[in-house]
Structures are given as C-alpha cells and as structure tokens.
C-alpha cells in the first residue's frame, strides 16, 4: 500500500530496520552518510536501493530538515554506488518515489538505481 509521505517517521518501518542491522540485506555499498543494497525484487538486472541514514520519510523531507553535510554526503554516495558498480559508462536510471501516486511502499527516503540493460520510456504514459 501507498505511504502518504506526509505522515510522521515510522521507525518500525523495514529500511529502519535494515539500518539498524535487524534485518539482513545484500549491502553493495556503506559510509557515514548513507546504505546501499539491492532491492529484494529487482525490476532491472541491477536494482539497488540507497537510503540515507537518519529518519525522513521522503526526499521533501530529507532536504527540508537533514543538516548539509547529511544531503551532500547522501547524494554523493549515490553517485558513488553508481561509480563502484561500474554503471557510469552503460548508463543508468536514478527515481525516488514519494507520496501515494507515486506509490510509495516504504515510508524511508530512498533513491532506486537501475542499470544493466535498456530501461526503455522512463514512464508508461498516463497522458491520455
Ligand atoms: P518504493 O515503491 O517505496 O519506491 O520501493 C520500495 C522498494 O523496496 C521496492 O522496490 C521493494 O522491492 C523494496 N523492498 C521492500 N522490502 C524490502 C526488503 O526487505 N529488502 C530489500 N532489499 N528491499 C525491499
């Protein structure tokens, strides 16, 4: 179901819970500033998810109220992730849903990454 992105920080929500190492995952990439890990299913044959540490719900959030460094160090390491997969030269797709027409799943910043073949259109059209 769809978050509303407005919504306080649940910090039972389950990328809380995979910074707190309650939950495993298949880490690719880690720093004072943010995680990286695959997703559990991949829409592309890389699907990784960055997320950053502390608790904002979403990228208006984020940017709203995490200090500088959290926001610099943050977005830096996506291009990292992207840099250490070797994802620069055949390109790559970055997307951070918010809100529900988005369809937001997990109420925890989160900026998808995926490469590995042709993405196609960035979005089935909803223009009629
Ligand atoms: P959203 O729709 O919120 O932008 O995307 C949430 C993503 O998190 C989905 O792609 C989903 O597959 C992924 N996901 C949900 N639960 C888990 C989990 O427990 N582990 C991992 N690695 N990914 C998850």
Known sequence: MAVDARAPYDTSNIFARILRGEIPCKKVYEDDFALAFHDINPQAPVHVLVIPKGEYVSMADFTAKAPDTLVTGFFRAVGKVAEELELVEGGYRILANAGTNSHQEVPH???HIFAGAP?????ASKIS
């Open 109 to 111: 910043l989160h900026v």
């Open 119 to 123: 993405l196609g259109p960035m979005l």
